[in-house]
């Protein structure tokens, strides 16, 4: 598929400067604003100012360091801030402690349909998302063809977005996402909407931009796909970095993580079942053997 003409140049794989540093990044989210305010909590707020007990870090002391040519799949459980991550790279979030540098042109494809107008044709939300982008529509005219071919919409690139299906949004999101040639390329979770074809076609795209020297950050939980194409990885849980290194590696330790949870689970939840089985028993059983006591 065709590269933005004239855009962002390849870097230097020798060049020294990292394209990503993080230094002690630290994200924190109020809970107050992500749920209905009611009266009685409005005159709570007012009687108990300290707010520490609705606040928590969705990400805390992260430090990472992004070269040239790295591939990184950041995993690990839901709510281990992996999404969050992403979306304070883009410049999406502002961190609330630590510094994020990043040097170079991004192009992010972060949550399906990000930047999409669902009564604009295809070929209109080119045009939008590419003005996201800062790109000009001259530019993205031109790229229009190219994009249409590799998402293989055919004649529904000007039909309107919400006579989409999933898979078509998944296909022309990641075209224009890849079309643009970036520096640095944010993926969250794309690979794992659309049929297997889309999906193989995709991974090849994905190596022609490391080919090209160009920095990948993923979200994903294809731990396959992390250990095939991806030359590093970080273990995200509960905000913080469990590890970061070679993906096999890392894929192996979560995945013992994860058997290791499961197994605590499946342990507890036997407990808990043994507990009602032995209560309902007694409860069953006291009619029978202790009525005429109850009587007395």
Excluded at 104 to 126: P, R, W
Excluded at 202 to 209: C, G, Q
Excluded at 214 to 237: M, P, Q, S
Aim: contains cysteine.
């Amino acid at each position: 598929m065709s590269a933005i003409p004239g855009g962002p140049a390849a870097r230097d794989p020798a060049a020294t400067d990292p394209v990503v540093e993080v230094r002690d990044l630290g994200v924190q989210y109020d809970l107050r604003f992500t749920r209905r305010t009611t009266m009685r909590g409005w005159f709570a707020r007012l009687l108990h100012r300290d707010g520490s007990h609705r606040r928590f870090w969705a990400l805390r002391h992260v430090d990472l360091r992004l070269e040239h040519g790295d591939s990184l799949a950041v995993i690990g459980p839901n709510g281990a801030g992996k999404s969050t991550l992403l979306l304070t790279l883009a410049g999406i979030i502002r961190p609330s402690e630590g510094e994020v540098a990043v040097r170079g042109e991004i192009s992010a494809l972060l949550t399906l349909g990000a930047g999409f107008d669902q009564e604009l044709s295809g070929g209109d939300n080119i045009g939008l998302v590419g003005a996201f982008l800062g790109i000009d529509g001259r530019t993205m005219e031109g790229l229009t063809p190219a994009i249409t071919e590799y998402s293989e919409l055919g004649a529904f690139i000007d039909a309107p977005l919400k006579t989409y299906s999933t898979g078509m949004r998944a296909r022309l999101g990641f075209a224009i996402a890849t079309a643009v040639q970036p520096d640095i390329l944010l993926l969250d979770e794309v690979l794992a909407t659309g049929d297997q074809v889309f999906r193989a076609r995709s991974l090849v795209r994905i190596r022609e931009l490391i080919r090209e020297a160009k920095a990948i950050v993923l979200v994903t939980h294809d731990l396959e796909f992390v250990t095939e194409l991806c030359n590093r990885a970080l273990l995200l849980d509960h905000g913080e970095v469990i590890a970061l290194g070679e993906p096999a590696e890392v894929v192996e330790l979560y995945r013992t993580r994860t058997a290791e949870q499961r197994a605590r689970q499946e342990a507890e939840a036997a407990v808990i079942a043994a507990g009602a089985q032995a209560g309902g028993g007694g409860a069953e059983g006291a009619p029978a053997g202790g009525s005429g006591a109850s009587r007395a």
